[in-house]
């Protein structure tokens, strides 16, 4: 059961399933080289949640699939084999709190495991379902392209911002704001993707540079400060990113310093587009305001790999998601259509 076969022209690969393990690309070592991390277990899987080895929301949510079918894998000689993955789900969860992919994934593994009534049959289903996720995700992406594509309906070449990655890295494959970049580049639609490079992280100098290039995708790398200029020049028409939780009135959490690129595209009349799966969309929540944000380690902003970029303790706030007002969009693109001023109305009318 492998999906990386047709996965391999819809973009870089980030994961690799094998039945007994699961291999991830290091992403926190790219473009430097292309090392891959073998998790065996389900443990191992969040352990590669939490330090960003794999991350991007909709790949979260399918690592932390195959993590389950791991556990079921591991447990399936054991007479507590259903305590085996029960433990395996709630450690998954506990991996990172922001992308609802990550949950949503968990339950969908859940519920299959509730129709298992044997070890075997655990090991059999859990894969299954693991690989559907994964695959549903690719087919997710594609027809997003599509939906964005009818929305922006260029008549000529334009040109794009993005930020963070939100590419075949961060997804089953192809990518969500990213695989419409590469649908526009297919159609000769694409003039210029302009790349922020996301502090502190580095997503996008990093990992979107690197896909973009690998795949000959004309791309400039901008510092996120630049990116006010870039939309002053004009040479800019729409702001393409992904999501890790849409609130059903249409509020986005995503990379931080995404806020930001909104009221600058507001600003200055440029389009503003969040491209995410249904999986993003968390219609429990009312608004934005009741996402959980994710803070890290201000050893992120502090320094990079060891160098020290800031005084030694100095204090560093270091929230890594931001909150975008659903007024400040144009519109959300899923597989199942496109929201445009995308409010709870448009939402629900979305998921009826
Ligand atoms: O901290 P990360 O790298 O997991 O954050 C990723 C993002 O914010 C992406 O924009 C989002 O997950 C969408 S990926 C298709």
Redesign the pocket.
Known sequence: MAISTDQRSMGAVAMRWHGDRLELLDQRLLPAGEHWVTAADASAVAQCIAD?VV??????GISAAYGVALAAYNARGNSNWKAAVRLAIDELAQS?PT?VNLFWALQRMEQTFLTCASPGEAVELLAAEAVLIHEEDLAANLAMADHALDVMNPQQAIGVLT?????AL??GGY????GVIRRLHERQLLDRVYADETRP?L?GSRLTAWELMQDNIPVTLNADGAAAAILASGKVKWVL????RITANGDVA??IG?YSLAVLARYHNVGFMVV?PSS?VDMALVSGTEIPIEEREGTEVREIRGIPLAPAGVDVFNP??DVTPAGLIDAIVTEKGAVRKPDLAGMRALFA
């Open positions: 960003m991350r991007g929301a909709p790949a979260i990172r992308a930020h963070c990655n939100t590419g961060a997804t990518g969500t704001a990213l992280w997503q990113v992904g999501a890790d995503n990379k995404t995410a993003t890594v998601f």
